[in-house]
């Protein structure tokens, strides 16, 4: 009793001890809004968040990446650092740096050859390096900006994007050695062989076209106008149903191309700044990841495609790959909490 008269006489303190504890309510609700606004978004993603792994090195762009599915490997270009990252998705670590590959962009295993091939772009050139070892093997020029790769199995050539170089390299992977530089008269998108045709697919993407060049003569095929491109820089084939996907970064558009009739007969608003694309074909989802932050999510049976979700799934997440046995996908994130992070996400 004495305690409240005690507060009685000092009405003054009293209110500024409630205003204080508003504020700090406030200042608590502030903070959380951010926080589940977040989710409310990542709910719109017919995904589960699996876990974050630590990456090693710093908090610099991470880029392409590709999965071994035999060996359970995913190699992850780390451009900031100039390494690549190898992470044993079996055992959930990372289990080597590969150093030396100056400002890498592009990578790609191939599996059958027990090799991983990746794009210096510090020093222009395509490094070779040996899965069982896990060591740099050979180094060939790449051009004036090597990125984004593609291989011809047929014909044992890698196929090389030159972003600014506004060619395509050829590599013949029996002896490591650069075969032929070809011309495209623009500047240099993604890079995609098509198992259908046997013929690999590039995008210009200041002309708005996709070149079909033919591995036998390393000749263009065919330059096919892309009605509603604007940049298009992302590419992937889905053979099986006869598609191409291609991101557009000037508009913010998924472009579907029929592979038969050669012609775009879809198009999708998506994330901003899309860039790396990845497709699980069991149930036949494609997953377009962009600078933004933001993935979209697709259906695919057939001719028919479908947006089933999109949302915020991180900082800088641009770059996607997909495990087609545990329908696991990859998302490197340069700045989780201050350090470089590998996001895994579980289809639902």
Sequence with gaps: MKILQHWRLRPAVLWYLVLLFLSAVAGVLVHMIPSAAGEKEAQKLPLAHVADIPLPGRTTRLDYESYDPARHLLF?????????????????????????????????????????????????EIVAIDEAT????????????????????????????DETGNTETVIDVRN??????????????????DPQSHHIFVNVQTHNELVEIDPTSDRIVARLKLEGADHNHGLLIDSRDGL?????QGNDRLLVFDMGTRRVVQSFSIGGDPDVLAFDPAPGTLYVAGEAGVVSMFSVKGANVAKTGEGHLGPNAHVVAVDPTTHHSYFPLKDVDGRPALRIMSAQ
């Design 76 to 124: 992850i270009a780390h451009l900031g650092d100039g390494e690549v990252i190898v992470f044993d998705a079996g055992a959930s670590r990372v289990i080597a740096r590969i150093a030396d590959v100056a400002s890498v962009h592009g990578v790609l295993a191939i599996p059958e050859l027990s090799r991983v091939y990746a794009s210096a772009t510090g020093t222009d």
């Design 134 to 161: 896990l060591k740099i093997v050979a180094r060939m020029p790449g051009g004036h900006y090597p990125d984004g790769m593609a291989y011809a199995p047929e014909m044992h050539k890698l196929y090389v994007s």
């Design 176 to 193: 490591n050695q650069r075969v032929a530089t070809i011309p495209l008269g623009g500047e240099v998108g993604n890079t995609q062989y």
């Design 244 to 248: 191409a996907f291609i991101a557009c």
